[in-house]
């Protein structure tokens, strides 16, 4: 009788104790409305992204020159280019620009932020530095063709200097150094902005109190700018990731005009050996493996975001 007594109603009353009707209201509301505002984006999604790699893998295991019948290749495709010096070496510069350049540039973006942050006109100083990121990449082809053509700035103020034999910028073994300094200019602006506007969130007692017990300016980063930030840190890693293994337009503009108009091979990354594998019309188009090299960018891409996160894992700090 007394585990009968136990399952009934409390006492005093006649009967059970129901729900709170504001949470069930509220949860029923949201199923709702999870239809009408998720059933689009996810209908946008499933057309302009998954169908469209499912069709760029099905490509990527056939023999395709762009028109008429496929012939099945299976896993060929992708054997071939593991096998392929100028992928690999596309690869290998892309996986560069991913840690060095990207090491470069958060380095610079951390340094940035201790100055900005007690800086008088910090707000005009983070506009200036923002601002080669807007800038057109043909802008900067233009510059560097400016400065370092040999009859350029550069060579002009080195002769000036007494040096009669200046170095060859532009020469094929110096073009992707070059890139990678450009491509650090361009992009710490963008990304020290998004770390200030974190470093903008934490509260100013928090400094005082750095100050107070005579931290430095590394100790500061260390101890309080790093693990308040750290989310902030971690979308940029992601966002760093992403587009470091897209770099197509800066590569191509800075080494297209030799030759014929296709940068040297030295320079490739593997978005432009995409490009060139299917769409310079060199040769017979090869989409199959043009499509397999995307598809292996992609995975890299996913393999490398999901390592992030789970290295970058760590619970949020409240403040």
Known sequence: ????????????????????????SMARQRRRLLVPFVGPALLFYLVLFVVPIGGAV???????????????????NYTRLFRDEL????????????FIVGFAVFALSFALTLVLRDMAGRRTARSVIFFPHLVNALVYGALVGFMFNPDGLANSLLSGLGIDAPPQWLAQDNLFPLIMATMTWMTTGYFTTILMAGVDRIPPSYYEDCALAGAGALQRLRYVIL????????????????????????????????G?????TETWTSAVFTYVSAFTGESVP??????????????LVTVLVVLLRRVMRREAVEF
Do not use: R
């Open 58 to 76: 099905w490509v990527s295991l056939h023999h395709w020159a762009g028109s008429g019948p496929m012939s099945w290749a299976g896993l060929s």
């Open 87 to 98: 992928f690999l070496q596309s690869l290998f510069n892309t996986l560069k620009m991913l």
């Open 260 to 264: 014929n108009g296709v940068p040297p």
């Open 286 to 299: 090869s989409y199959g493996e043009a499509t397999a090299s995307a598809i292996i960018s992609l995975l």
């Open 1 to 24: 009788m007394s585990g009968a007594d136990d399952l009934g109603p409390p006492s005093g009353t006649g009967h059970p104790t129901p729900p709170a009707t504001g949470t069930t």
């Open 227 to 258: 693990p308040l930030t750290w989310d902030v840190f971690g979308v940029c890693a992601v966002l760093w990731t992403i587009s470091s293994v897209k770099i197509f337009e800066i590569v191509w503009i800075f080494g297209g005009s030799s």
